[in-house]
Every structure is written in structure tokens, then in C-alpha cells.
């Protein structure tokens, strides 16, 4: 098809003596001719085209010579691309059928400005004309490195206050302010414990049963609480003020059945039923390290004076210490048994106390195992002679002495030195344990010590005369564990099987 389309006011060019007279043209009818020639460059060529081309009469099609406007000076770019003459043979070589139009779109067609062509001062009559403004509605690109760098986590619309894990580039600062209510008792001296009597706020956001509750041991960071749950997860939470959800952790394909922090507060070590033990950054929510014990993971211990190194047990005959730094398994402790339960350092981390569920006929051999830790070999065996097992394990803090938890419905207690007897004129009852893997915990004085029960209350003991002091109707279903604020006085976090957690001052 020609580019290049003329519309004559006569029906032929070469009609005998009518084409003769039409070529004295008056002056009206040669300045319409002219714009209608104007018009036809435009609407029928591609912008910018200036070679010398065959014009093709509308009413029959046949051509004429035409000599359009020289091409404009000072094109430059994309329009000189376009005004050069090397598109002229391929434009002169292209045929087309005749173009016919009514004379109203004939006298009415737009005139349209060339890109190339200087501005000039009809211009302002051509709606038409190209614009250079963005489409309102329209989003400008924004680079891949800008858009990471100012992206932030999706929010769950049912927890609003939680941070999802997946986008870790910025967070909120969980880990760079003091709480205002721990302030006025970080410059003071820790004062007596008391037992809680009232509900303080109730966190709900758990969709399994919540294993643990933890405060942070770092006195200034001690109003964050940590939460392992079996729905696969374990959180964060503003436990002194606000009560919300910091940062929820999913990098578990199982049941999270442990968790605790570390000393410094700033890593979370957990242990889970898909065979992991997972340190993770509790500002970032990046791993740090990631293990496979190859068993399912029960519980976790970090060493007291070398926080890089943990134990895992589990669903295994063995104990594993994993150091951190080097991902690598460097002492195995082998005790022929089925399961372990609950680990315990003492003192100094020189041995530790493991747990598991051998018991046997007459009595419960192997039941707790005292441990070496630097040579691995079994430093007693023979600690507990009851036919019960023990589901957890809490040292006190200040004295050489430990409880183990019993499936006996009390608590009973041991020396933390050689040859760990047990004392047998002291020991707590009142709650029940009914098979539960409820906790128990001490207070930062050491003078109460607190339990959970399978009937969903929390129960608190006088523990130098091994007295009930108070019973805390905390839950409707089995209250797991109970723990005791490192710095608030009177301040307990409780958790239940049914996902719920509650803070009692």
C-alpha cells in the first residue's frame, strides 16, 4: 500500500479539456488542495518518512508524481533514523488497493505533526498530537535492589501485630529497647519473689499445644517471652507491656518440643520432632545453624560456660553435643536407653543430669543419669530407685540442689553433688502429672518453686519447708509450664495444651 494518499476535488487528472481547465486553479482551491495534501502525508504515512514517493489519486487509483516538503533540518536521534533515505526503495516498492473516504472525513481529517518536523504555531489545534505523560493509574518500574531494600513483611490479617518470617531485610527493632516497666527495677536489687494473684493480659496466637514458656535471661531484654508450640512454630512476645507478638519462627517442618535462649539473649535454640536442632537470630529470624540429629529431638541444653556447644536428646539410645561453630557432633554420650526426656547441666558444666522413660519392674534404673561431661562416661546411675518417670528436670539457683518432675504426682529432691542422693524427707505434691511433660521452675531467689498440673492449675511451694503457699486456677486445659520472671517480682508466664499463654502478676 503507497504511503502517500492525495485527494482530488476532480474525478480524473487527464479528462480532456476538463483536465486542461482544472489546471488553472484559483487561489481558494489551491490552498485547499495544498491542506488536503498536508493531511494525506500524515494520516496514511509513517511519521517521519520524507523520501520521494508516488502519490495515488483516491477516486481511481491511478498515480501521480509528488514532491513532498524537504526534510527538515536539525533532526537528530531517533527521527534522523527515520528521515534518512535508505527506507526509500522498500517504501516506493509497496503497493496498495485505492483508499477511499467520505468527503466529510476528507475535509474534517486531522492534521498530525510529524516527530521530526519543527513546532510551529498551528500545533496547538492538533488534539492528537503525542503525549509524553504517563497514563495516570500507571506504576513507574522500580529496580529489583530498591525494592528489596525498602520492602517489608506481609502481616497476618488475623494477628496483626505478628511478623512473618520469609522478607528478612528490615525488622523491628525486637531487641533494641528497654521496657519501661523493667526499668525502675534494673537499678535496684532483685526483691523477694511473690505468688501472682491476678491475670495480667492472655496471648493467644498458637493453633497446637504450647510446650515451654521462657523468659529472656538478659535482665534488660527480660520482658521478651519465648513460646514452642507443636503447631511447628515458636514466637516471640512482649510479655511486660503490650502483649504482642514480636516475630512468629517457622523454620521447623515438625512439633517444636523445646526451645530456650541463650545467655546473651540474642539467639533462640530449638529442638524439633523433624529431627533439628535450629539456633536462630532472634532480631533477624536468619539460622544460624541448622542440625540434623537423624532422631527426633526432645529436648536441648546449652552449656553454661560455652554457650556454643548444646546437647540434643531425644528419640535415641544416645546424647549428642553439637558445637555450633563447626556444625559437627563432637561428644556422644551413649546410655542404652529408649528415650531422653529432659537435660540438665549443674553447676559449672562439669556433668549433667539426663532423664528418660526406663523403668523397670522394681524400680526405675537409669531413670536419671549423671554424666562427665568432658570424658562422656556415666558418673552414676543409681540416683532415683522409684518406679516413676521424670518429664523435667530444674536446678535451683543458688544452692547445690536440683528437682526432677515425677509421673508420681510430686516433685522430689537431689543434691547437685556426688552422689546426687535424693532427699526423702522433702518433697511437693498437690499437682498432678498424668503423663504430661509438665515443668517445673524456680524463682530468681530460689524460695519458691512453681509446677504446672494436668488439671490446668498452677501451684506454688515454699520450697525450704516444702509447703503449698498458693494454687492459681490458670487454665481449662493441662497447664504445661510455669515460669517465673528473672526481674519483675510476682511475675508468671503460663501456657496450656490448648495454645494459650497468660501472664499473671
Known amino acids: 500500500m503507497s504511503s ?3 485527494y482530488e476535488d476532480s474525478d480524473s487528472s487527464d479528462q480532456g479539456e476538463e483536465g486542461a481547465s482544472a489546471s488553472v486553479e484559483t487561489a481558494p482551491r489551491k490552498q485547499n488542495r495544498e ?4 493531511t494525506s502525508e500524515v494520516t496514511s504515512s509513517p511519521a517521519g518518512f520524507a523520501p520521494d514517493q508516488h502519490l495515488v489519486n483516491i477516486t481511481d487509483g491511478s498515480s501521480s508524481s509528488f514532491h513532498p516538503h524537504p526534510q527538515p533540518q536539525g533532526c537528530s536521534g531517533w527521527g534522523r533514523k527515520y528521515c534518512s533515505g535508505g527506507a526509500e526503495n522498500k ?3 509497496d503497493t496498495a488497493a485505492p483508499l477511499r473516504l467520505p468527503a466529510t472525513q476528507r475535509e474534517t481529517a486531522p492534521v498530525q505533526a510529524l516527530p521530526c518536523m519543527p513546532r510551529s504555531s498551528s500545533d496547538e489545534f492538533h488534539p492528537t ?5 504517563v497514563p495516570s493509574g500507571v506504576r513507574p518500574y522500580v529496580p529489583k535492589r530498591q525494592r528489596l531494600a525498602t520492602s517489608v513483611e506481609a502481616v497476618d490479617p488475623k494477628y496483626p501485630t505478628e511478623q512473618v518470617p520469609g522478607n528478612q531485610t528490615r525488622e523491628s527493632q525486637i531487641l533494641s529497647e528497654v521496657s519501661a516497666r523493667l526499668k525502675p ?3 535496684q536489687k532483685p526483691s523477694a519473689a511473690g505468688v501472682p494473684r491476678r491475670l495480667l493480659m492472655s496471648l493467644g496466637g498458637h493453633q497446637g499445644a504450647v510446650n515451654t514458656v521462657k523468659w529472656c535471661p538478659s535482665p534488660h531484654l527480660s520482658h521478651l517471652l519465648l513460646s514452642a508450640s507443636m503447631d511447628k512454630t515458636f514466637k516471640v512476645w512482649d510479655g511486660a507491656e503490650s502483649g504482642r507478638c514480636l516475630r512468629v519462627y517457622t523454620c521447623h517442618s515438625g512439633a517444636v518440643r523445646d526451645a530456650c535462649w541463650t545467655p546473651c539473649g540474642r539467639h533462640l535454640l530449638t529442638g524439633s520432632f523433624d529431627n533439628t536442632a535450629v539456633i536462630t537470630d532472634v532480631e533477624t529470624g536468619q539460622q544460624a545453624a541448622k542440625l540434623d540429629n537423624h532422631f527426633k529431638v526432645m529436648c536441648v541444653a546449652l552449656h553454661p560456660s560455652n554457650p ?4 540434643c536428646g531425644g528419640y535415641s539410645s544416645a546424647v549428642k553435643a553439637w558445637d555450633s561453630r563447626s556444625c559437627k557432633v563432637v561428644k556422644m554420650y551413649k546410655a542404652g536407653i529408649q528415650q531422653t526426656l529432659d537435660i540438665l547441666f549443674l553447676r559449672g558444666g562439669v556433668d549433667f543430669i539426663t532423664s528418660s522413660d526406663c523403668v523397670s519392674r522394681d524400680s526405675a534404673d537409669r531413670t536419671l543419669i549423671a554424666w562427665d561431661y568432658q570424658t562422656t562416661a556415666k558418673v552414676s546411675n543409681q540416683i532415683y530407685h522409684e518406679r516413676y518417670t ?3 528436670l530444674a536446678l535451683h539457683p543458688l544452692e547445690e540442689s536440683f528437682v526432677a518432675q515425677t509421673n508420681g504426682n510430686y516433685m522430689a529432691v537431689f543434691s547437685s553433688q556426688q552422689p546426687y542422693k535424693m532427699n526423702k524427707r522433702r518433697r511437693f505434691e498437690g499437682h498432678k502429672v498424668e503423663g504430661y511433660a509438665i515443668r517445673c521452675d524456680f524463682s530468681l531467689d530460689g524460695t519458691i518453686l512453681a509446677s504446672g498440673s494436668s488439671t490446668g492449675s498452677a501451684h506454688f511451694y515454699d520450697y525450704h519447708h516444702a509447703r503449698a503457699l498458693h494454687t492459681l486456677l490458670a487454665h ?11 526481674v519483675l517480682p510476682t511475675t508468671v508466664a503460663t501456657c496450656d495444651w490448648a495454645g494459650e499463654i497468660k501472664i499473671w502478676h
Open 4 to 6: 502517500l494518499v492525495a
Open 35 to 38: 491542506a488536503v495534501t498536508r
Open 476 to 486: 481449662s486445659q493441662p497447664c504445661l509450664c510455669v515460669s517465673q520472671h528473672p
Open 390 to 392: 521424670c518429664p523435667s
Open 185 to 187: 527495677y534494673l537499678a
Open 129 to 133: 498530537k503525542r503525549q509524553l505523560a
Open 91 to 93: 517504501l516506493s516498492r
Open 308 to 311: 556454643e556447644v548444646f546437647l
